[in-house]
């Protein structure tokens, strides 16, 4: 009980904010490539999407990441849609995802607060929950991935899962630092997504399929209405 307790407080002594979950070192089996098991060192993750409020005062301080600021080599026509300068539509809730931004767009965020983007091996071992993905809970994401999207996303805090991580589905699909890592050839320097369906540990895993290759389909200036982001901060030693 002593050495739990102690675990505990130095956990929360190194917890960057009280945004972000301690998610414990483990193992995963990967959807794709060959190998059998990874290994995942322990770090904290964004409890919730970044939101357009978050993203927001992120605008205020780099106004270079402005939608009529940015350069065109990092951002598709699409980028920060019906934004008006570092401002969001009224209409959109503030508490919600921000949307349409570019994998640079969510890099330069995560960096300029001394956190990156979740690899899409720390994204998959979160989303695994410890492996507690019952085929009811696979059904509800399937049929989320395949309803058309709302004009107005709702707020973040919608449901969590076992690790207390909010939202890795049901309301947008998120970017991942290394999305194209797990379908690229070896003389391909474009590391951004992941996808494809040769070499898939489980065929008939259609959720994870449909999750792969949503990513494979996808470029880093690419700005969709469904695709935000979190962010990932190494545990301190």
């Known amino acids: 009980m002593v050495s739990l307790f102690f675990q505990r407080a130095h956990a929360e ?4 904010n009280s ?3 301690l998610i414990p070192a483990g193992t995963y089996v990967p959807f794709f490539e060959k190998r059998t098991t990874v290994a995942i060192q322990s770090f904290w993750i964004d409890k919730y999407p970044v939101t357009k409020k978050d993203f927001q005062q992120f605008l205020k301080k780099n106004p270079m990441w402005l939608k009529n600021e940015i350069k065109k080599i990092f951002a598709d026509p699409s980028y920060l849609k019906n934004w008006h300068g ?8 503030k508490d919600s995802p921000v949307v349409n931004v570019s994998w ?3 890099k330069a965020y995560c960096e300029f607060y001394g956190k990156s983007l979740p690899t899409t091996d720390q994204w998959e071992y979160v989303a695994d929950d410890r492996g507690k993905g019952s085929k009811e809970a696979q059904q509800k994401i399937l049929d989320w991935y395949s309803s058309p999207s709302p004009k107005y996303l709702s707020s973040v805090g919608q449901a969590a ?10 309301l947008v699909w998120e970017w991942t ?4 890592s797990s379908v690229i050839s070896d003389g391909d320097k474009n590391l951004f997504c992941g996808g494809g369906a040769q070499g898939a540990a489980d065929p008939s895993d ?9 990513r ?5 200036n690419y700005t969709i209405g469904n695709l935000g982001f979190r962010c990932v901060q190494e545990v301190s030693q």
């Open 13 to 16: 002594a190194l917890k960057p």
């Open 19 to 21: 945004k972000m979950i």
């Open 86 to 93: 570092d401002r969001f539509s009224n209409q959109e809730k």
């Open 104 to 106: 640079f767009a969510a």
């Open 161 to 170: 899962n076992s690790y207390q991580v909010d939202d890795l589905y049901g």
């Open 177 to 180: 630092l290394d999305f194209n």
């Open 206 to 214: 259609y959720v994870r399929f449909m999750r792969y290759s949503f």
């Open 216 to 220: 494979s389909s996808l470029k880093a």
